[in-house]
């Protein structure tokens, strides 16, 4: 069955753009141009993935994602934001997008992320094996409930940022995270040229979990790039 785009966007080329590269990958495509139309076809149309631009006339596309959330619902959300709109990123991702794109974007980026959104979304059942609230990995148990963790029977002593920050890393298992993505999704901050603070707890995690960073069995380094759970 064909994964189904809902796409949010107001600016007629750039929706004709998306419509076409998306029906060339095979997804069956659902347009809005608004921020009402847009939630009503998020319900009416069950959509895989909403794509959805910030700057909407009515009702804008932080207020969508909100309200989504608010009632529930949990399909993935990639926002679309203009450049110098860095506050509505970081609003949007607070309110429960799930990524963003930074408007001028080539379609290959774009798809890339809604791909990498929609691997995500289908391993998370899996992820919650014993209950919807852990997450698991071998050893590693992560309580999203309690806010602890621990490896076999022994309980990691972490603080609120260690544990968000390990969580972020669980969730995205497998995945290159850049430094820039986590001090966004666990800092709540956008990028902050040559700051250390993401290495420096990436290293107070590595301890905590008995990691060695020449041999990482949890979280290895990509060189300039950032890091990678593998588990």
């Not at 007629?12 to 139309?37: H, K, N, Q």
């Not at 969508?64 to 970081?90: F, H, N, W, Y």
């Not at 930074?102 to 290959?108: E, R």
Request: glycine residues 8%.
């Amino acid at each position: 069955m064909k994964a189904k785009v809902l796409l949010v966007e107001d600016d007629p080329s750039l929706m004709i753009a998306l419509r076409d590269g998306f029906d060339d990958e095979g997804y069956a495509v659902e347009a809005a141009t608004d921020g009402v139309a847009a939630l009503a076809a998020a319900t009416s149309v069950a959509p895989d993935i909403v794509i959805l631009d910030v700057m909407l006339p009515g009702i804008a596309g932080t207020e969508v994602c909100r309200r989504l959330r608010a009632a529930g619902s949990t399909v993935p959300i990639i926002m679309l934001s203009a450049r110098g709109q860095e506050l509505d990123k970081v609003l949007g991702l607070k309110l429960g997008a799930d990524d963003y794109v930074t408007k001028p974007f080539s379609f290959a980026e774009l798809f890339a992320r809604v791909e990498a959104v929609l691997r995500r979304a289908e391993r998370a059942p899996a992820q919650a094996q014993a209950s919807t609230n852990e997450l698991r990995v071998g050893d590693l148990v992560l309580d999203c409930d309690g806010l602890t963790a621990r490896r076999g029977d022994a309980t990691l002593d972490l603080s609120a940022r260690e544990f968000n920050l390990l969580r972020f890393l669980v969730e995205r298992r497998g995945e290159v995270v850049t430094r820039d993505e986590l001090l966004e999704a666990v800092w709540g901050f956008t990028r902050i040229p040559y700051t250390r603070t993401v290495d420096t707890h990436i290293a107070k995690l590595r301890k905590k979990l008995g990691d060695d960073s020449s041999t990482s069995r949890y979280i290895v380094t990509v060189h300039r790039v950032g890091y990678k759970f593998v588990g």
